[in-house]
């Protein structure tokens, strides 16, 4: 897995590749961490280069989501391939956690449930 977290209109954007299995999930682990002890007001992660995601992997962002309403802190994930999607699907995560086909739809989102932030 590799990471690059470049900012952009107060985003923290978190771009990962690779895959995220129990070799490497707690290398996210580590990166949402820094995030949630950063109380980042807003995190998304750029899935468009995730090849896999494994149940570790899955595990870690169910627990930064948790971290991230600690303090009120907005969490999504975009770019999610459809192989990667389908884990997802599976169990059912996609109702817990926002994923989006694309950055610009993840903004149009967050800006139609915020008004203050449009």
Known sequence: M???????????ILELA???DL???????QLLD????SRTPALAL????????????????V????????FDGRFAIFGVSERVRTVFEIVRLQEFLGLYATLDDLRAA???SDPASA
């Open 23 to 29: 070799d490497r999930s707690p290398q996210l682990r």
């Open 34 to 37: 820094h995030q949630a002890q």
């Open 46 to 61: 750029d899935f468009r280069e995730v090849t896999y995601i494994d149940s570790s992997g899955l595990a870690t962002l």
């Open 2 to 12: 590799r990471a690059h977290v470049p900012e952009s209109d107060g985003l923290q």
């Open 63 to 70: 627990e930064y989501c948790r971290k991230a309403q600690d």
């Open 18 to 20: 690779g895959e995220i």
């Open 110 to 112: 967050w800006r139609t």
